[in-house]
């Protein structure tokens, strides 16, 4: 079983659920893949699905946290400004 592969499932799952730190481990489980995929192709081991899995996972936790980044950064300026608007 190759330990990159393994490390980048691991990765790509917790990159969905912990938010901001998700950014970065949504990063590190694409680029163990990468690798993972690499090395396995040049040693024939296990954990093609795996290294596949921690992908699409990871692609999918920065795809998440980066539009939770965008949510909470849009909100923050519409509610900064709205106070300005109408203030109380």
Do not use: D, W
């Amino acid at each position: 079983m190759n330990n990159k592969a393994m490390t980048s499932f691991i990765t790509g799952i917790m990159s969905i659920f912990i938010p901001l730190v998700g950014i970065v481990l949504g990063i590190m489980g694409i680029l163990y893949a990468r690798r993972g995929l690499k090395e396995i192709e040049l040693t024939g081991e296990e954990g093609r699905t795996y290294a596949v899995a921690g992908k699409v996972c990871s692609s999918i936790g920065l795809a998440i946290q980066i539009v939770l980044f965008i949510i909470v950064l849009l909100s923050y300026f519409v509610f900064s400004s709205f106070h300005q608007i109408f203030p109380s």
